[in-house]
């Protein structure tokens, strides 16, 4: 009976921040829909749009109508103001007390959620962290250039920050709506390395964080985002977290 309770109390708030995402949008609120109505978990998807001018927000009006503006919650920004605001902006609006954070552009599966959510169950986990590295977790559609960078950076961040996880650099992952507003509030980082100062303030906050593998799957529609001025940033950052955690 008291996990009943629990159940029927906790609810989820998933962020999605959009920037030219119209055509990956309906694809992914529809797995999104379809995962969480099978769960019988209650939850509500908040679209946070930088000012994306491929008509993303159009796109996301649409798709209130058809979802109902209760589970579909639209709350734009004027221009790209990086993920930790989004994150912030998102949360205003947020009425679950917990959080997930995904990438709108197909490469997290929904399909994982209810495996995040039995698993933060299962400890009363402070985070669950989606991972590409342990178990059945890994990587599709990347080139062995894009493997060989994103493996190398996880291996440096291991060497260096020791941080208890196993994928720090993703982004698909569930948060008490409470740790995540206290995590925000600890990290100065920004755009590529700001998830992986997330899981590191995590461990110095003594939050406790599960894992979950995940297969990540590269962007369908649209360009990646990932770029040599991200590269420099991540490398930057990593040499900061060195010297302050």
């Known amino acids: 009976m008291g996990d009943e309770i629990e159940t029927t109390k906790d609810k989820y708030s998933i962020l999605l921040p959009t920037y030219n995402e119209v055509e990956n949008l309906p694809i992914i609120i529809w797995l999104i829909i379809k995962h969480m109505k099978d769960s019988g978990h209650d939850y509500e998807v908040i679209i946070i749009d930088d000012g994306s001018p491929d008509g993303t927000q159009d796109a ?55 495996q995040f959510i039995e698993k933060q169950k299962s400890k009363n986990y402070d985070v669950v962290s989606g ?47 409470d740790v995540l507003e206290k995590l925000i509030k600890s990290c100065v980082s920004k755009g590529y390395v700001f998830q992986m100062e997330m899981i590191v303030r995590a461990r110095q906050l003594r939050y406790t964080v599960g894992e979950v593998p995940i297969t990540f799957v590269d962007r369908v529609y649209g360009e ?14 990593l040499l900061y977290l060195f010297a302050t955690t």
């Open 224 to 237: 990646s985002k990932l770029g040599g001025s991200e590269i420099f940033q991540f490398a930057k950052a």
């Open 131 to 177: 991972t590409r590295y342990v178990g059945d977790g890994g990587v599709s559609g990347w080139d062995f250039k894009r493997k060989l960078i994103s493996r190398g950076a996880n291996f440096l961040t291991q060497l260096l920050l020791r941080p208890g996880a196993s994928d720090l650099t993703g982004s698909f992952r569930l948060y008490k709506k």
């Open 60 to 114: 996301a009006k649409q798709l209130q109508k058809i979802y109902g503006e209760d589970k579909i919650i639209l709350k734009p920004r004027e221009k790209k103001l990086g993920l930790g605001t989004a994150y912030i902006h998102g949360m205003k609006h947020a009425t679950g007390n917990f959080i997930i954070i995904m990438d709108a552009d197909l490469s997290h599966h929904p399909k994982f959620i209810t």
